[in-house]
């Protein structure tokens, strides 16, 4: 926030903070992406506008210094494109997992979730790992995807005590 000039100062305007819940980041690629670095210049989905994904992917894609071709179509848009071509390379997601779409979904060869390797880059976020109890069908037995999530936070506005809002 500190970034966006709408939001300057808010700082001072906050009173109360609880840290509520991680949603992890999960950046799904097609067969030919084999790391978050394959995927500068190529078409990367975030959603639609004022989803977790549209916030923070170009934040987090910024941060590692990789330049997309950002689209931001609803994600079940952006996979069907990456099932029938090379038009879409990767989606980015940012929620809880498991989600859905990767449990329910039969995925060719070679679908995956990208490592996004947590780094002092990174400062907002904290480190996080997908598994294979999460997704059974995209991670092998005992192994892990390095990734990071994203903290989720209540925020109040520090009203006046001589309002009625207080």
């Known amino acids: 926030f500190r970034n966006k000039p709408e939001f300057a100062n808010s700082w001072r305007r906050i009173n109360y903070l609880v840290n509520l819940f991680p949603s992890e980041v999960h950046v799904f690629a097609r067969p030919e992406i084999k790391s978050m670095q394959d995927l500068a210049g190529k ?9 977790a994904a549209n916030f923070s992917g170009p934040i987090i894609f910024k941060q590692l210094g990789i330049e997309v ?6 994600h079940n848009v952006a996979m069907e494109k990456m099932r029938q071509g090379n ?27 990208l490592p996004v390797e947590y780094s002092d880059k990174l400062e907002y976020y904290v480190p996080a790992y997908l598994e294979h109890a999460d997704y059974p069908a995209l991670i092998p037995q005992g192994a892990q995807v390095a990734t990071v999530s994203v903290p989720a ?6 009203w006046p005590k001589d309002t009625d809002r207080y």
């Open 153 to 158: 936070v209540l925020a109040v506005y520090d």
């Open 69 to 74: 071709k950002a689209t931001f179509v609803p």
């Open 43 to 51: 078409v990367v989905n975030f959603n639609t506008p004022g989803t």
């Open 87 to 113: 038009e879409v390379a990767a989606t980015f997601w940012v929620s809880s997992k498991p989600l859905a779409p990767f449990l329910k979904g039969k995925w060719p060869e070679g679908f995956k979730f």
